[in-house]
């Protein structure tokens, strides 16, 4: 086995695997250019995500608040208290 023959196996090989699995993580978020970054406007419609949509059939929904206005809840609600 000639000393090129050795490097491409134990060097080129390894470099090679390690340059597929990078492209493979890197590569197609590297193409996309539409990501939110903080501090741009928010151009899109917004999308509320309901696994079960059927879960929310019996739910009432409450008008919204007035801007500014200050709605007590009549008990707590989850967060980081753990009082749910």
């Known amino acids: ?3 090129l023959q050795t ?3 134990f060097v080129g090989i390894p470099l090679g695997i390690t340059a597929l699995l990078a492209l493979a993580v890197y590569g197609r ?3 996309r250019r539409d ?5 741009r406007p928010w151009d899109h419609p917004t ?3 309901v696994p079960h949509p059927s879960a929310l059939a019996h739910v009432q929904t409450r008008p919204a608040l007035a801007a500014g206005s200050m709605e007590q809840q ?11």
């Open 1 to 3: 086995m000639s000393v």
């Open 7 to 9: 490097v491409l196996v």
């Open 29 to 31: 978020t590297s193409m």
């Open 35 to 39: 990501r939110y970054r903080p501090g």
């Open 47 to 49: 999308v509320w995500y």
């Open 74 to 84: 009549p008990h707590p609600l989850g967060g980081a208290s753990g009082e749910w």
